[in-house]
């Protein structure tokens, strides 16, 4: 009997023998129609006549499982393992991308795996919601920043509930919410008391489009990283958070982390620490007295000394000189300018230039007088600003030198022996054996560094030092879509922080948003909300205008997260306790330095005030590719390349989208969108629900290879969740569906165990066969992961004869190539077998593979 209709061949197939069962019932209860087998005939009878709806189960069980708060985790203590699996925090942009699904659907099947695994596992969400795209876009669309926010969210938060991820949403934060960045501001008042958030007038990118300053990192190319406009230099006060104050523990702290080795090393790189020495000269300079005025360089290889020929200083420090008097010349003075109004990564990029200072320096090892220049490849602010030059042995300075016509001095030969010439152009400058250098000549580098710092500290003109090419973190912006910094100015206690209770000082609403030509923040335009009284003194004062980078923002998140409403302080530190560090960071390469370094020098100022219970703040991080179009190229609206989750999510569901992103490639690479690709996981799960459904009704039985094929998905999809190598647990999926169809039908034991297997990456069709189609009560991602047998992944296994002494005493399961000693211990495990054993020694062991194994004991 057939319930089919033409058009869709596939239905048929539903549930045939459930429904050939409730076809009995129902004949053999004529008239009955209330027995509870006819209503389950009936329930039945509807899912055959449909084929599994994407649409309708997906709604049904995303609904189902809010109103069951099966991800809402509570914050009591238990046996279990508490894990916060964390993912970025989204930037409202207004619609999820493929990028947004990559990020949020494959960590969520690690999440439903960690907690099917015993651990009480948190996924939260968020939105970052302050910042310039925001802004921008607001400005474009003629509407407010916090219109366009809110919609935004509001869109978003539709769109990642259709994804079936596992977030708790009870526990979402939002930044502009005032009762996040109340805490913020809190954060930033402690900072500003202990000395770590301090205003200074540096040399700032400043984005002419944008209006403001930018962060170092913000700046792509010479060119803000928004809109690309070229960035200009400009002298700016500014309020700066000292990253450098951690400098050391962010390098040090990096060694026990489960991170990426490239995410480390770009971290190390971009703290930059290195190991040298300062080194003192005396300076002549024309009109003045000698030895007067000195300068003092930087080096890592103080081993070099003696082939020092030019000291070179920077533009920066020039100026300072200038400032103080120096009477620099013509020639000097506009060199000066013209350098300055450069950006650094401009002048390590171009051929370097320079100009003689006039002066003379001494070298104070061996009293050598070498000449000054002002080189616009020396930074102002690293090191000391100053550098003494060995062009023998640095690829620039040599550039230099030549240029310049300088002499060359050679003093380090390499070890080999085989030096090259330095004379004749080339450059040496890895370590070796000291040559022309008085005492030292001989000495291996490593070896003359120290002798020759020791010199140099005993003689008071150089000592030890370590540096780093970490910069101070720019903090204030001037615009207006960012969280206020809650300091005010007052004209005779100078700055004074807001005082907690009053906190947060909410971002005033205004109308005119947009940046000022002056340079000023927009929330200087709004006299009412800036003018205040000094909460010391109770003079008018004012409060301060900028606000924060969104850096800010994100750099905490997740400690809100344990406690997102807690209105006494930041997070409870029993609710700290228990979920952080969080235990499992998953995001893009791109936040390798910027987010994950403010985020870590975030935690260790906390940490610092006795605020938190961890130094570090993610000990596992995992780094996810990019989804490119069909194309290759990266997703973009003017490419035309970009994939629309929210129309695949229409047309294949949720569980399709999330298994091919899995399947398209390993996690960590990423790879171009294959529009065919989806096809083949779609078939895939349609055949799963099929397999199921139709043996589900049936009373199958197992066979041993339908056994195998679960216990072997059992063990490779757990070993690959947990490593997050998603694309080979969709393989092993196909590899057990294919199995289990030769097979024919199998029990409800099997068949639920397969469920589960499928349940992390495809949660909705999952749910749907436990629940409906193999009937049982509670979610499927309640279930413990099942745990599989080695035993019965055995392929083709025989039945072993094993004698005692020639006896045969029993027989085990066994593959028929198993070596002696797995033979053995099978047998020791077996019941009837291992009584033989106790007590006695085996003298000696026969055994044939396949056939048969012989102890024989004394
Ligand atoms: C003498 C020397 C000889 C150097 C030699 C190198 C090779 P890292 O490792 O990146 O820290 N330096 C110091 N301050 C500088 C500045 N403000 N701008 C540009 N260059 C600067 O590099 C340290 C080396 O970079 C220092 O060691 C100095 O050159 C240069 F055979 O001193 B060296
Ligand atoms: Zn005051």
């Given at each position: 009997m057939r319930y089919s209709s033409s058009s869709d061949k596939e239905r048929s197939c539903y549930y045939p023998h459930r429904l050939r069962q409730g076809c009995a019932t129902i004949l053999s209860n004529?008239?009955?129609?209330?027995?509870l087998e006819t209503q389950a005939f009936l329930r039945y009878f509807d899912l055959i006549m449909s084929v599994y709806d994407h649409a309708i189960a997906e709604k049904k069980w995303q609904e189902r499982w809010e109103q069951e708060g099966l991800y809402s985790t509570s914050n009591i203590s238990d046996d279990r393992e508490h894990l916060m699996v964390l993912t970025e925090f989204p930037y409202p942009s207004g619609n999820l991308h493929m990028g947004h699904w990559y990020a949020f659907s494959l960590p969520d099947a690690y999440a439903r795996f960690m907690r099917m695994q015993g651990k009480q596992v948190v996924y939260p969400i968020g939105f970052d919601a302050f910042g310039l795209p925001a802004e921008n876009a607001a400005i474009k669309h003629r509407t407010h920043p916090r219109a366009w926010t809110e919609q935004n969210i509001e869109t978003m938060t539709g769109q990642l509930k259709s994804m079936g991820a596992s977030f708790d949403w009870s526990r979402a934060v939002s930044t502009i919410d005032p009762d996040y960045y109340r805490w913020t501001q809190w954060m930033f008042i402690r900072f500003f008391e202990k000395g770590l958030a301090y205003r200074a007038k540096t040399m700032v990118n400043w984005c002419p489009t944008d209006k403001t300053v930018l962060a170092n990192e913000q700046v792509v190319d010479g060119k803000c990283e928004r809109d690309d406009t070229p960035v200009e230099q400009r002298e700016i006060e500014q309020w700066m958070l000292k990253t450098t104050a951690y400098a050391s523990e962010l390098v040090q702290g990096l060694e026990g982390l489960d991170w990426p080795e490239a995410t480390k090393t770009a971290q190390r790189n971009w703290i930059g620490r290195s190991e040298g020495a300062e080194v003192d000269f005396s300076l002549r300079v024309p009109g003045q007295e000698d030895g007067k005025h000195s300068v003092t360089v930087f080096t890592t290889?103080?081993?070099t000394l003696f082939g020092c020929t030019f000291l070179a200083i920077s533009p920066e420090l020039a100026k300072k000189w200038l400032d103080v008097g120096w009477n620099g010349s013509e020639q000097v003075r506009s060199y000066v300018q013209d350098a300055l109004s450069r950006r650094e990564l401009e002048r390590m990029e171009r051929e370097k230039t320079g100009v003689s200072a006039g002066i003379t320096a001494v070298n104070p090892i061996n009293g050598e007088e070498i000449p000054v220049w002002i080189a616009d490849y020396v930074l102002g602010a690293y090191g000391t600003g100053a550098i003494m030059a060995v062009p023998a042995h640095d690829e620039r300075d040599m550039g230099f030198a030549q240029k310049y016509g300088i002499p060359v001095r050679q003093v380090i030969e390499p070890s080999s022996g085989q030096g090259a010439s330095a004379v004749a152009g080339d450059v040496y400058d890895g370590p070796g054996i000291l040559i022309d250098?008085?005492?030292?000549?001989?000495?291996?580098s490593d070896e003359a560094k120290q002798k020759i710092i020791d010199a140099l500290e005993r003689d008071g003109v150089g000592r030890r030092r370590t540096t780093f090419r970490l910069h101070d973190w720019v903090l204030s912006r001037q615009r207006y879509w960012g969280c206020p910094i809650p300091l005010i100015k007052c004209a005779s206690c100078g700055f004074v922080p807001v005082?907690?209770?009053?906190?947060?000082?909410r971002l005033p609403e205004l109308d005119d948003f947009r940046p000022a030509d002056d340079g000023r923040s927009p929330l200087a335009r709004d006299e009412a909300w800036v003018h205040t009284d000094c909460p010391q003194c109770g003079k008018p004062a004012e409060r301060e205008t900028d606000t924060m980078d969104t850096f800010v923002d994100s750099s905490w998140y997740f400690i809100r997260y344990t406690d997102p409403k807690n209105a006494e302080c930041f997070a409870d530190p029993e609710r700290m306790q228990h979920w952080l560090p969080v235990g499992m960071y998953v995001g893009g390469a791109e936040h390798n330095t910027m987010h994950l370094l403010y985020s870590r020098f975030w935690a260790r100022a906390l940490h610092a005030l006795g605020l938190t219970h961890f130094a570090e703040p993610f000990t596992s991080r995992r780094n996810h590719g990019i989804i490119l179009g069909p194309d290759g190229q990266k997703m973009s609206k003017s490419r035309g390349n970009v994939i629309d989750p929210d129309e695949l999510v229409r047309e294949y569901g949720a569980d399709t989208v999330r298994l091919y992103l899995a399947f398209m490639a390993p996690y960590e690479q990423g790879g171009p969108w294959d529009p065919k690709g989806i096809n083949g996981v779609h078939r895939f799960l349609k055949r799963f629900w099929r397999y199921v459904t139709e043996a589900a009704g049936g009373d199958g039985s197992d066979t041993e290879g339908a056994v195998r094929a679960v216990h072997a998905a059992t063990k490779d999809i757990g070993q690959d969740l947990a490593v997050m190598k998603f694309n080979t647990v969709v393989s092993a999926l196909m590899i057990m569906l294919n199995d289990l169809e030769q097979e024919g039908p199998a029990s409800r034991a099997v068949l639920s165990r397969a469920v589960q297997l499928l349940a992390p990456l495809a949660p909705h069709m999952a749910e749907e066969l436990w629940r409906e189609?193999?009937?049982?009560?509670?979610?499927?991602?309640?279930q413990p992961w099942p745990v599989y047998d080695e035993k019965k992944l055995?392929?083709?296994a025989v039945d072993l004869p094993i004698q005692v002494n020639g006896k045969l005493r029993g027989a085990i399961r066994i593959a028929p190539d198993a070596i002696e000693e797995i033979a053995l211990e099978r047998a020791r495990e077996h019941e009837g077998i291992a009584r033989y054993l106790v007590g006695v020694s085996i003298a000696k062991v026969i055994y044939i593979p396949g056939r048969m194994l012989n102890i024989l004991i004394v």
């Open positions: 004529p008239g009955n129609v209330e027995t290889r103080p081993d250098s008085e005492a030292y000549t001989s000495l291996v005082p907690d209770e009053q906190l947060p000082v189609a193999l009937g049982h009560e509670e979610s499927v991602h309640l055995v392929r083709d």
